[in-house]
Nanobody, 123 residues
């Protein structure tokens, strides 16, 4: 089993930055791919970024050039640095890990989830 916990959300003005953290417990994160998702009420959860166990990263077009995903396997943690935040980035952000360590895994194959952290971008 893998337990994930997000932190680092909050309220920020447009153009500001936040760094989200996803910390794993119970099991090591070393060989898992980990993705960041976000969800707005009434909408489907959408993938923002994913990093595989080798450090290869993918990004949604909407965040390319603004967000950076990274991982520290020694700390069993994955991070999402979010710069130049805009109101449309407002959402609950979740980290998740699929059963297979593959950033191409569909949403249905994500077995492990954190509880989410709210990010609000507002003047």
């Amino acid at each position: 089993q893998l337990r994930l916990a997000e932190s680092g959300g909050g309220l920020v003005q447009p153009g500001g930055s936040l760094r989200l953290s996803c910390a794993a417990s119970v099991a090591r994160l070393t060989y898992y791919a980990v993705a960041w998702f976000r969800q707005v009420p009434g909408q489907e959860r959408e993938v923002v970024s994913c990093i595989n166990h080798r450090g290869g990263a993918t990004y949604a077009d909407s965040v390319k050039g603004r967000f950076t995903i990274s991982r520290d396997n020694d700390k069993d943690s994955v991070y999402l640095q979010m710069n130049n935040l805009q109101p449309e980035d407002t959402a609950v952000y979740y980290c998740g890990a699929p059963v297979a360590s593959n950033c191409r895994a569909p949403l249905s194959e994500y077995r492990y989830w954190g509880q989410g952290t709210q990010v609000t971008v507002s003047p």
